[in-house]
């Protein structure tokens, strides 16, 4: 057969050509090469794939790039003209620098620090349970804020720590407050929303992790005369860190950006970076908010890098 | 390991973490059947608020608007999900890797950011922010969903499939209708309910591109509560949740959440809906520990 067999033959036969009955089969290595590059991608059908990535790619840069890009044009733009006005605002202002960007910070941290202290037994029965079905219906329960709307789930919030709610209603009952605590509209109940919905985000990743620490590496601390909360800090938790480092990652950088929350939660009073973009926003600042959602950006991007970093190492490992 | 007390206050601190992801849930549902106002404990029975849901002309358009809004985003970012998955398996250029990489973002910057840089974008361009741009910004938060999940079930398909179907005479659009769309059918389902769901959901994203006309469910339940809300809302809210509920149920007996979300990435796994189908029949590979299979990790990165 020649060399440059035709890409549009649509079946090449398998064996390497006519071999001499009763001799080893010859294999043209270079034929065989060919042969299955013409069997992985037929032409017509490569050459349509790779227009619609070119245009998947062309719609992706319109669509969701050039908005990213104008939007750090807006945040460099004085009146007509460029100037750094915007981020000498933001980044002067004890409004912005504390007010913003530090409580952004700080609500996350909290929120995410209450989540683990409640992610971390739930990954770790959802890991060790025996039964399946209690498996399951946990697993189902973490889905929860995942699937359920978080404007929603923030609404069942607001009734619960509301002045009339029942934590007030409670507290009163019990004649431990005189007059109803005031809970909503304040950072405590911004934290308590983040942490419902950064749950599951650290929680998931840990499931899978807890199960594969080996059980024989407790059993022998055990065996050595460790409590069980000695082995679960000593020899479980630290083979887990990578998972738990990963969710509290991943769950801090999707509560640093929530809006829904502050809004529902704080009332407009608990400022973090999305409510402070969206009141400039709607001001017609748009400079601002850029510059506001530009930091928001730069801080997921800092704050995931990790897991990129990690994921990739992780799949070069695999590789070896 | 005999319990002792820390095994005892691990379990109690779990079962708390439970109560309190399900709490609000159930406190919220409750208030819906209060025929006084939004407040817990309940006064008495009533259903009237969900008739008064469905008086509500801007109840009713919000849902409407919504589902559509949904479906479609589901379906286009579907197709699209399913053109670039194909698409990065058969070709191993850069351009593919790096769009895959840009179609997943979505899932990571907040969708308010994405809302900002829409919004102004629409501006400019416009003077106003018009429905499609509301519709653009769902199929991008969407997006990811079908992708990963689609992705995820092509690794599991051995190119020796393909490559018999071409033997034996397929095309490449053959070779999709009859070889990989019938195993990806799981897949593709999981990716949609999720890009629906993601839809349904969003509230950060559809603030910024909701007009004061044309308004997503979320936004209309957040608008109604800034006016003083009656249970009606809750009413609603309890609607909308029993939605999402039914979708995770579904989810969880077509696939099962822990595979879905890549939580089983240990241990023996099964093919996705493996309990159904009889072992013969299924075409997937065993799983040894030599060759871990990618998980269909949706949610996690």
């Not at chain 1, 720590?161 to 007030?168: D, F, K, L, M, R």
């Not at chain 2, 959440?257 to 013969?280: I, K, L, W, Y």
Request: aromatic share 8%; hydrophobic share 55%.
């Amino acid at each position: 057969m020649s060399p440059d067999v035709s890409l549009r033959t649509p079946v090449a036969p398998i064996a390497p050509g006519p071999a001499a009955p009763g001799s080893p089969p010859t294999i043209d290595r270079e034929q065989n090469k060919q042969r299955s590059r013409q069997i992985r991608g037929a032409t017509t059908a490569r050459r349509l794939l790779r227009i619609l990535i070119l245009a998947a790619a062309a719609a992706l840069a319109v669509l969701l790039v050039a908005p990213v890009l104008y939007m750090v044009g807006l945040s460099f733009t004085t009146g007509q003209s460029f100037g750094v006005d915007h981020y000498v605002t933001f980044f002067t202002s004890q409004y912005y620098i504390v007010g913003v960007a530090l409580n952004s910070v700080a609500m996350a941290a909290a929120g995410v620090l209450v989540a683990a202290v409640f992610a971390i037994p739930l990954a770790y029965v959802i890991a060790r349970v025996g039964s399946a079905g209690v498996r399951r219906a946990l697993t189902v329960a973490l889905f929860v804020p995942l699937w359920i709307n978080s404007v929603i789930l923030m609404l069942g919030w607001y009734i619960i720590v509301g002045a009339n709610g029942i934590v007030n209603q409670t507290l009163l009952m019990i004649g431990l407050i005189e007059e109803p605590l005031r809970i909503l509209s304040t950072p405590t109940a911004v934290v308590i929303g983040l942490a419902q919905l950064a749950i599951p985000y650290i929680a998931m990743p840990l499931v899978g992790v807890f199960a594969a620490v080996p059980r024989s590496a407790e059993e022998a601390a055990h065996v050595c005369g460790a409590s069980p909360a000695r082995v679960f800090f000593r020899i479980t938790l630290p083979l887990s860190a990578q998972g738990l480092f990963v969710g509290i990652l991943l769950s801090f950088t999707l509560s640093i950006g929530a809006l829904a929350v502050p809004n529902i939660l704080g009332g407009g009073k608990v400022r973090m970076f999305s409510v402070a973009a969206y009141s400039e926003l709607t001001t017609g600042n748009f400079g601002l908010a850029s510059v506001i959602a530009l930091v928001l950006l730069l801080t997921t991007v800092l704050c995931l890098s990790p897991i990129l970093l990690l994921n990739r190492r992780t799949n070069q490992h695999k590789e070896h | 390991m005999r319990p002792g007390p820390f095994t005892y206050l691990t379990v109690a601190a779990a079962a708390a973490g439970i109560v309190f992801i399900l709490l609000p849930l159930f406190i919220m549902a409750a208030t819906a059947f209060n025929p006084t106002a939004i407040t817990f404990p309940p006064e008495g029975f009533t259903l009237k608020w969900f008739g008064a849901v469905l008086e509500d002309a801007r109840f009713v358009r919000a849902i409407i608007i919504s589902l559509v809004l949904a479906v479609f985003s589901a379906a286009v970012s579907s197709a699209i999900g399913l053109i670039v998955a194909l698409a990065i398996r058969q070709s191993k250029s850069r351009i593919a890797e790096h769009l895959s990489t840009l179609m997943l973002s979505p899932l990571f910057i907040p969708g308010a950011l994405l809302g900002i840089a829409l919004y102004q974008g629409a501006n400019a361009l416009f003077g106003t922010v018009p429905l499609g741009v509301l519709l653009v910004g769902h199929i991008l938060l969407t997006l990811p969903f079908p992708v990963r999940a689609l992705m995820a079930g092509l690794a599991r398909i051995p190119t020796s499939l393909e490559e018999a179907a071409f033997l034996s005479g397929a095309g490449f659009l053959g070779t999709v209708w009859h070889v990989l769309l019938p195993q990806l059918r799981l897949h593709l389902f999981a990716g949609s309910a999720m890009a629906f769901t993601m839809s349904w959901n969003d509230f950060d994203l559809s603030l910024f591109l909701s007009g004061t006309r044309v308004q997503t469910l979320p936004v209309e339940i957040y608008g109604r509560l800034q006016l003083g809300a009656d249970p009606s809302i809750t009413a609603l809210s309890l609607i909308v949740a029993l939605v999402s509920v039914a979708g995770v149920i579904i989810l969880d007996r077509t696939i099962g959440v822990a595979e879905f979300a890549g939580m089983e990435r240990q241990g023996p796994r099964r093919t996705p809906g493996g309990r159904q189908r009889s072992a013969p029949s299924t075409p997937s590979t065993p799983s040894t520990p030599s060759h871990p299979q990618p998980d269909s990790g949706v949610l996690t990165p």
